[in-house]
């Protein structure tokens, strides 16, 4: 049996603000003050990007952004260019996340966690590969905040803010 891929099921508004809100969490069991706007356009597309699945196979937390990125260089090539093309698909998963409440903008634009929680059932009956790429997401945010600033995020992932 072949599964279709559905690309519009992982790129809607609601789906991708819960991947935001898994790499808010997990940014902010690091860093209190949560992430700048910023790293989120740059987390979504990797984290969301089937090609690089197999990229976080025997990571977790601890590895780290720079580990991570020694073991798959792969991740960096054409980065820039999928960070663009996916500039309104981050934007709308933000203003869902807002619009839903289970995000905010904080002070100095980073990104916390709204008053509302998602129902973790409804991330659980996503299925395999979209639950995958919410894990994803919080590994970045873990390594994110361990990385340091916005601005060396964005260095070590190879692009300038």
């Given at each position: 049996?072949?599964?279709?891929h ?8 609601a ?12 940014y ?35 590895t780290?952004?720079r580990?991570?990125?020694e073991?798959?260089?792969?991740v ?29 903008i904080?002070k100095?634009?980073r990104l ?15 299925g395999?590969?979209?639950?995958q ?9 873990y ?19």
């Amino acid at each position: 049996m072949r599964v279709a891929h559905d690309v519009y099921a992982e790129t809607n508004p609601a789906f991708c603000a819960a991947a935001l809100v898994e790499f808010t969490k997990a940014y902010l069991s690091a860093r209190p003050e949560g992430p700048e706007t910023p790293v989120a356009y740059l987390a979504l597309p990797v984290a969301l990007s089937g090609e690089f699945a197999t990229a976080f196979d025997g990571t977790n937390k601890n590895t780290g952004l720079r580990e991570w990125l020694e073991r798959s260089p792969q991740v960096q090539v054409g980065l820039g260019e999928r960070v663009n093309a996916s500039l309104d698909i981050v934007t709308d998963a933000i203003r869902f996340g807002c619009f839903a409440r289970v995000l905010a903008i904080g002070k100095g634009a980073r990104l916390i966690l709204g008053d509302k929680t998602l129902k973790r059932s409804a991330i659980n009956a996503l299925g395999d590969e979209p639950e995958q790429a919410i894990k994803r997401a919080a590994r970045l945010g873990y390594w994110f905040a361990t990385a340091g600033s916005t601005r060396s995020v964005f260095a070590i992932m190879g692009l300038t803010l």
